[in-house]
T-cell receptor, first 114, second 113 residues
Framework: AQTVTQSQPEMSVQEAETVTLSCTYD???????LFWYKQPPSRQMILVIR??????QNATENRFSVNFQKAAKSFSLKISDSQLGDAAMYFC???????????FGTGTSLTVIP | DTGVSQDPRHKITKRGQNVTFRCDPI?????LYWYRQTLGQGPEFLTY????????KSRLLSDRFSAERPKGSFSTLEIQRTEQGDSAMYLC???????????FGPGTRLLVL
């Protein structure tokens, strides 16, 4: 099975600053999808950003962008101009291009300091 | 459409009892997933439906767990003879299309005493 590793259990950032959350994964496949999900306290998980492995261009969604390094099997999330509402657990997830299972990392808890 | 809904949101039960959870996916989504999430962990895949067919089951899904999705609409997850180790958040997600973005429900938090 594929594994997804988030090596930062907790991170903090000053409001309006930039923070990068790390994610690495282990796979032998060439076709797959990567996702970042956000889970605010006591609220449901929502999609932040996604990336197709065959695309070399890094995905961007407003203040959120990724640094996808396929050879290194790395998929980090950069949050620019951090806002108080960004405080949440962030999960990195992998899905095979041929299968249906999603594999999640253990999450990074992000605190935004006013 | 109000998104994925789950019922109940919280369940407290005694060890050995059976519990059943319900998930209503987004109406046009043909794929439905069940996950279990324990404190400090990411969601762990339990099972997957495409329409009414259960296509994948994790080895985490012991024979005490059963899931159904009659008519390819809502789904139920039943846990028989609950154990304290079953205490967790049970998440449902639905999706559709090639990109298969999953939309999650709010979860059912189970506590087994």
């Amino acid at each position: 099975a594929q594994t997804v590793t988030q090596s930062q259990p907790e991170m903090s950032v000053q409001e309006a600053e930039t923070v990068t959350l790390s994610c690495t994964y282990d796979t032998s496949e060439s076709d797959y999808y990567l996702f970042w999900y956000k889970q605010p306290p006591s609220r449901q998980m929502i999609l932040v950003i996604r990336q197709e492995a065959y695309k070399q261009q890094n995905a961007t969604e407003n203040r959120f962008s990724v640094n996808f390094q396929k050879a290194a099997k790395s998929f980090s999330l950069k949050i620019s101009d951090s806002q108080l509402g960004d405080a949440a657990m962030y999960f990195c997830a992998y899905r095979s291009g041929t299968g249906n299972q999603f594999y999640f990392g253990t999450g990074t808890s992000l605190t935004v300091i006013p | 459409d109000t998104g994925v809904s789950q019922d109940p949101r919280h369940k407290i039960t005694k060890r050995g009892q059976n519990v059943t959870f319900r998930c209503d996916p987004i109406s046009e989504h043909n794929r439905l997933y069940w996950y279990r999430q324990t404190l400090g962990q990411g969601p762990e895949f339990l099972t997957y439906f495409q329409n009414e067919a259960q296509l994948e089951k994790s080895r985490l899904l012991s024979d005490r767990f059963s899931a159904e999705r009659p008519k390819g609409s809502f789904s139920t997850l039943e846990i028989q003879r609950t154990e304290q180790g079953d205490s967790a958040m049970y998440l449902c997600a639905s999706g559709a299309g090639l990109w298969e973005t999953q939309y999650f429900g709010p979860g059912t938090r189970l506590l087994v005493l």
